[in-house]
């Protein structure tokens, strides 16, 4: 059988824990600041998991995460 490819645009995203929960980097960061509050801002910084509907599908990218 060959080698599953790995979705790269996925391996970019999304990193497992140690427990084997998928790590996710929050949205909304890239630009316009501005009009952002300090604290709004503040908490996009902190990673979050993805939710448990959505592990099937991004366990499926990465197959050997």
């Given at each position: 059988?060959?080698?599953m490819?790995?979705?790269?645009?996925a391996?970019?995203r999304?990193?497992?824990?140690?427990?084997?929960?998928?790590?996710?980097?929050?949205?909304?960061?890239s630009?316009?600041?501005?009009?952002?509050?300090?604290?709004r801002?503040?908490?996009?910084?902190?990673?979050?998991?993805?939710?448990?509907?959505?592990?099937?599908?991004?366990?499926?990218?990465?197959?050997?995460?």
């Amino acid at each position: 059988m060959p080698k599953m490819k790995t979705n790269r645009g996925a391996a970019k995203r999304f990193k497992a824990t140690g427990t084997g929960k998928i790590r996710r980097s929050k949205a909304f960061t890239s630009h316009i600041m501005t009009s952002k509050s300090t604290k709004r801002k503040r908490n996009l910084r902190q990673s979050g998991l993805i939710d448990a509907a959505d592990t099937k599908a991004v366990r499926r990218m990465l197959p050997y995460l």
